[in-house]
């Protein structure tokens, strides 16, 4: 059964950070670019930043640019996103999702091309 499962998130202050993770299982990881989308109550779900099945493109919404860093570890099926300086606005359930499809920038691509989506995590900045 092939599935996702992020970890990482909680409670933080302002200013804080988080690493969240995304465990894959049942497919070929590295044959899957990997999206981190968030979902703020009232709002549609966003793309927030995104990583080719290498690992050499990478992608940010501009919200997130110079704060949170993507990265995989292929060897592990592990996907992760590093959220330094976390502010309120922030705050979201943040899912992971997987989809063999290529962007050739990198770029994250719309929700229905991903094939498999992680059930969610949430993150919550606040003082």
């Known amino acids: 059964q092939s599935r996702l499962v992020e970890s990482g998130g909680g409670l933080v202050q302002p200013g804080g950070s988080l690493r969240l993770s995304c465990a894959a299982s049942?497919?070929?990881?590295?044959?899957?670019?990997i999206g981190w989308f968030r979902r703020t109550p009232g709002k549609e779900r966003e793309a927030v930043s995104c990583?080719?099945?290498?690992?050499?493109?990478?992608t940010y919404a501009d919200s997130v640019k110079g704060r949170f860093t993507i990265s995989r570890d292929n060897a592990k099926n592990t996907a992760y996103l590093q959220m330094n300086s976390l502010k309120p606005e922030d705050t979201a359930v943040y899912y992971c999702?997987?989809?063999?499809?290529?962007?050739?920038?990198?770029?994250?691509?719309?929700?229905?091309?991903?094939?498999?989506w992680g059930q969610g995590t949430q993150v919550t900045v606040s003082s």
């Open positions: 990583i080719s099945s290498s690992g050499s493109k990478l």
């Open positions: 999702a997987a989809t063999p499809y290529v962007s050739a920038q990198g770029l994250c691509l719309p929700e229905n091309e991903y094939d498999y």
């Open positions: 049942g497919f070929t990881f590295n044959y899957y670019a």
